[in-house]
């Protein structure tokens, strides 16, 4: 016998509640706020807000279902199951750091804070739960399968990521490697070893954020790719020339068959995805990472 659906609450600890974890208390908060000119009215409103969502979401779950619920910071040491629905009920944000600990489970994005977020990954009300949960076990579900990126070290270690994954120095100080584009088991074309501050890798989900930012900063004429796009997008940033380094090589395009490779010339270089600094591979001299598109996809209810 199969079992049943569970439902897996995913959101993340408020500003709140992070204020009241460092005071103590809603009145030290307060003080602490308005001695910089700001009320904490707004910010508990936003509060009681996310979590009067959170609470009606939980109760549109269907009673035969299970049902958890998992906070951000927890999420590398959750185990998602096959029969997940995830339902993230935050920002646009959350869905991008949980995407990466998932394995195809369909994904419901609920935005608690309309007019505030984008709504581009939490597209949907707290209203709308009910029917979006019937649709996710549905096999007649209208899912919308987003690209990934993912990085593979040559000791097997691997990252997923929903927008961009980061290599470079953790402190995005000088960053040296190797650096060489091309298909994957094919011999390079062309090699460039760089110092820079760091290489960044992502999909046309991440092309709204950082990577949009470094594209319109240089000019760039490359064309940016769609959130279901089978391509991505790279820029090296700050790349810097000097006898030994070169800046040739510094933005490129990546279909399904394409890898980026970098060879590591520094004593620890890291790669993350999302901005989750504390869920990183540690790269340290001589290891290759190839960085390229994944077969895995976000399943995003639409």
Do not use: C
Not at 176 to 184: A, D, F, N, V
Not at 219 to 225: F, K, M
Not at 245 to 267: A, F, H, P
Not at 293 to 300: E, I, V, W
């Amino acid at each position: 016998m199969s079992l049943a659906p569970r439902a897996v609450l995913v959101h993340r600890t408020t500003e709140y509640e992070e204020l009241l974890a460092r005071h103590g208390t809603h009145g030290q908060a307060d003080f602490f706020l308005s001695s910089r000119g700001r009320s904490i009215k707004e910010v508990a409103e936003r509060h009681h807000r996310t979590r009067r969502t959170l609470a009606e979401v939980a109760a549109t779950v269907p009673l035969q279902w299970r049902q958890t619920r998992v906070e951000r910071a927890d999420l590398d040491r959750f185990l998602f199951a096959p029969e997940d629905v995830v339902i993230v009920v935050g920002q646009d944000g959350l869905v991008a750091n949980t995407a990466k600990y998932l394995s195809g489970q369909p994904v419901v994005g609920i935005d608690t804070d309309p007019g505030r977020n984008p709504g581009i990954l939490v597209r949907h009300r707290a209203e709308d739960a009910a029917l979006l949960l019937g649709a996710a076990v549905s096999p007649r579900a209208t899912v919308e399968e987003l690209t990934m990126v993912e990085a593979v070290a040559d000791d097997g270690e691997r990252l997923l990521a929903l927008n961009e994954i980061y290599l470079g120095r953790p402190d995005h100080q000088t960053s040296r490697y190797r650096l060489s584009p091309g298909s994957e088991g094919a011999r390079a074309e062309r090699a460039e070893l760089q110092a820079s501050s760091g290489v960044l890798v992502g999909t046309g989900t991440g092309a709204t954020g950082w990577l949009r930012s470094l594209w319109q900063e240089r000019g760039s004429a490359l064309p940016l790719p769609g959130p279901a796009d089978p391509r991505l997008i790279w820029f090296v940033r700050e790349a810097w020339p000097s006898p030994t380094t070169g800046t040739s090589l510094v933005e490129g395009m990546l279909t399904r068959s394409d890898r980026l490779r970098l060879v590591v010339e520094s004593d620890r270089l890291v790669a993350f995805g999302d901005g989750i600094e504390s869920d990183a591979l540690e790269l340290t001299w001589g290891q290759t990472v190839r960085i390229g598109m994944s077969d895995t996809s976000l399943h995003l209810l639409g």
